[in-house]
């Protein structure tokens, strides 16, 4: 699925793609359960979660993470005073190493303020009051975002039944994802 997404947003106009900086992982290769070689090697790499592994999981380009310069903005701009007082301390904590912004444009913010224990920088919410506070491009970004959905949904409607009913069943099992912007070294 993953391989015909990419190949069908390959397929959009080159103009489209560097004006809006639109880019998709490579994939390097598919796993699943009966993947001995690769779990015998590779195992250990994954955290322990309540997701058993072995498993299925597409390993694929990682997805760096914000700079230092982005990091310490959102640190001054989104995170609790407190934070924002020993903000050396929390940008050097090794799971702040790893900051992915989660954007949510058709939602708000809620009105508590984030408790700083629960403060960090991976999978960091930045909804669409805060990116409008920012004078962040929303526009841009919902447009980037359509396009990758109307590659998927384009890629969706036209491929055959028996393929997409094979999707929606192998979606329905438990995937031991959540290494997207981590480097996990698999070497051959």
């Not at 391989?3 to 103009?15: M, Q, R, S, W």
């Not at 890629?155 to 981590?182: H, Q, Y």
Request: with cysteine; hydrophobic share 40%; net charge positive.
């Amino acid at each position: 699925m993953h391989l015909k997404i990419k190949n069908a947003f390959n397929t959009l106009p080159e103009e489209l793609h560097a004006s809006h900086n639109l880019d998709f992982p490579d994939i390097n290769v598919w796993v699943d359960t009966h993947s001995g070689h690769f779990w015998i090697k590779h195992r250990s790499k994954f955290p322990v979660t309540g997701i058993p592994v072995p498993n299925y999981g597409l390993v694929s380009e990682r997805i760096y993470p914000l700079s230092p310069l982005v990091r310490s903005v959102v640190v001054d701009a989104r995170c609790p005073k407190e934070i924002q007082k020993h903000k050396a301390e929390f940008l050097a904590r090794p799971d702040n190493k790893n900051c992915l912004l989660r954007i949510y444009l058709g939602r708000h913010s809620r009105d508590t303020p984030m408790a700083a224990r629960n403060a960090r920088l991976r999978d960091f919410p930045l909804h669409l009051d805060e990116m409008e506070c920012l004078k962040l491009d929303v526009k841009m970004f919902a447009y980037t975002a359509a396009q990758y959905y109307k590659t998927d949904f384009f890629m969706i409607t036209t491929m055959p039944e028996a393929f997409i009913n094979w999707v929606v069943e192998e979606g329905k099992k438990r995937s031991a994802g959540g290494c997207l912007d981590r480097w996990i070294a698999f070497p051959d």
